[in-house]
């Protein structure tokens, strides 16, 4: 892939399933209407834009992120990465090991943000404050190529099947839930339905749409069936072909499309602080 120069700044295709480096964009300056259009027609090829040496506040962070649509605010009993006893959510989420933050040190599997709320949000950005030296690397997934790459079998198979992901944020902490419904246990929370095969609202291309390891459920299947697709799927969708690990390094700003990626996150020493700010935007019902 060539690197393509628009009027005002650059865009550079990474070498892998996903991905695309923005140069020449500040943050901190307003977006004319020719740069919000391209930046948009950017992301829905790329999927992910990575923006780098920026220094912003949490509102210079708002302020840019909110040119792509308002900010996602979950239902008050559906809860979130950190929401409150009220079901309040912050616009800007630390997403930190440090006192107030949220997340930890601990790897985080692949995932779709909010998948189990009624509107997950449709894309993300992530601003690194403060990084470590070792761990900490976010991985992206292309799930537009999960889908292509599936045999016309699959295609047919799963195209109208609709999922379910439980809440993990209603579980205990430490508790073990089935990555499959079962039902000898019961579930925590309504399930929301949506279909396995999103259709992305901009770009009208196909995408799996699932998590690796959240609570879910195929409505339409029983459940040794279901349960068997699942983890066919995963293992398919969930592979370095269909990759892109990024190494953060302060100032980056990461804007990824929720609607046609997961991401996941590797562990890091405890003792190294890695402090990062995230605004997830709001989307609408999936089809």
Known sequence: MSTTTTQSFTITPLRYALGAK?????????????QWKQLQAASNQYHVLIFQGQTLSDQSLFDFATYFGDVFIPPADVPVLASDAQGNVPSVVPVSNKQGGHTGNVELHPHI??????????????????????????TWYNLQKAWEALDTKTKK???????????????EPG??????????????GKGYVHPLVLTHPESGKS??????????EIPE?????????IERLRVHTFSA??????????????????????????????????DLRRVSLAGSRPV
């Open 22 to 34: 923005i140069s020449g964009i500040d943050m901190n300056r307003p977006l004319t209407h020719t």
């Open 113 to 138: 943000d909010h998948l189990w709320t009624p509107r997950p949000s449709k894309a993300s950005f992530l601003y690194a404050v403060q990084v470590t030296q070792d761990g900490g690397q976010t």
């Open 157 to 171: 198979q799963i195209a109208a099947l609709s999922l379910v992901t439980y809440n993990p944020f209603l579980n």
């Open 175 to 188: 508790e073990q839930r089935p990555l499959y419904r079962d039902n000898n246990i019961p579930t925590k």
């Open 207 to 216: 995408s799996l749409y699932l998590s690796a390891d959240t609570e879910v």
């Open 221 to 229: 299947l029983d459940n040794e069936a279901g349960k068997a697709l």
């Open 241 to 274: 072909e269909f990759a892109y690990q990024h190494q953060w390094q302060v100032g980056d700003v990461v804007w990824w499309d929720n609607r046609s990626t997961a991401h996941a996150r590797s562990s890091f020493p405890s003792e190294q602080i890695r």
